[in-house]
């Protein structure tokens, strides 16, 4: 059975894995074997994340590339590079992204515009250059990371929900266009996750009293929790499974 999740000798391109969820999906990966290249796009803050995770795993299994996946010369240039210089890319992870909190009265369509593409254009350009080198090899993973946001709204962060609840549709449409392929594309929505970034929001009793009383499961998400599914759809054991988004919220988005 533990076959199925093995990941050894794969290799993953995890997006804005400088930090954050990303990095520790990347963690995920390469604790399961896989060889994982990092990306970001602040080349010191990058470097200082392959070092710190190359010193846990055994040597040539950590790599890094700096590009700015909204750019689609730069995706290309990235996708390439893990290709020649690290090995096939079999396991994509979109991850990059970003939040950019304002009432939609007062928002910017260049700010608009920001979020859009760092938050689902993104996932294009990357996905389609990932999949241009894994359909010729009939097999491949993209893993598409979503949000709760990808199915509810509040206010404020409209480019965000505009974005993912996108990125839900765009793994359908890689999933109609490459499943028969080989390549199997799904998404992970993360609820609240309890992480760095977070932390001033666990911290704010109000807010962190209405996440608790608003899950289910009663507590905030770890990284931990997202390690499991990420494998999972990196893997073999997902084979049969195309275009699904799964939920990792505790039980957020089937309640009122
Ligand atoms: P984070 O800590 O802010 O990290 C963002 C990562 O994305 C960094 O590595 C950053 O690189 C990279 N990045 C940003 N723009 C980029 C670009 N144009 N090109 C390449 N890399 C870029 O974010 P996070 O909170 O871990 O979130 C990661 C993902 O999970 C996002 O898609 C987010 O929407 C989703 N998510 C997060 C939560 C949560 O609770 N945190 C919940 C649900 C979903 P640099 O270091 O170079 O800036």
Not at 35 to 56: H, Q, S, W
Request: charged share 20%; with cysteine.
């Amino acid at each position: 059975m533990s076959a199925l999740f093995d990941l050894t000798g794969r290799t993953a391109l995890v997006t804005g894995s400088s930090r954050g969820i990303g990095n520790a999906l990347a963690r995920a990966l390469a604790d399961a074997g896989a060889t994982v290249v990092l990306n970001g796009i602040n080349p010191e803050r990058l470097k200082a994340a392959e070092a710190a995770m190359a010193a846990d795993y055994p040597p040539g299994r950590i790599h890094s590339c700096a590009f700015d996946v909204t750019k689609d010369t730069e995706a290309a240039r990235g996708v390439t590079w893990v290709e020649e210089n690290v090995g096939p890319l079999e396991i994509l992870v979109n991850n990059a992204g970003i939040q950019h909190r304002v009432p939609m009265l007062d928002l910017d369509v260049a700010d608009w515009e920001r979020v859009i593409s760092t938050d689902l254009t993104s996932a294009f350009l990357v996905g389609r250059e990932a999949a241009r080198h894994m359909i010729p090899r009939g097999h491949g993973k993209i893993i598409n990371i979503c949000s709760v946001q990808t199915d509810l709204a509040r206010p404020t962060i409209a480019p965000y929900i505009a974005a993912k609840g996108g990125l839900r549709n765009l793994t359908r449409a890689m999933t109609a266009e490459w499943a028969a392929s080989g390549l199997q594309i799904n998404g992970i929505a993360p609820g609240y996750i309890h992480t760095e970034m977070t932390q001033n929001l666990v911290d704010d009793e109000q807010f962190n009293s209405w996440i608790l009383g608003r899950t289910p499961a009663h507590r905030w998400g770890t990284v931990q929790d997202l390690a499991g599914p990420a494998v999972w759809l990196a893997s073999d054991g997902s084979n049969f499974v195309n275009g699904q988004t799964i939920f990792i919220d505790g039980g957020m988005t089937v309640v009122v």
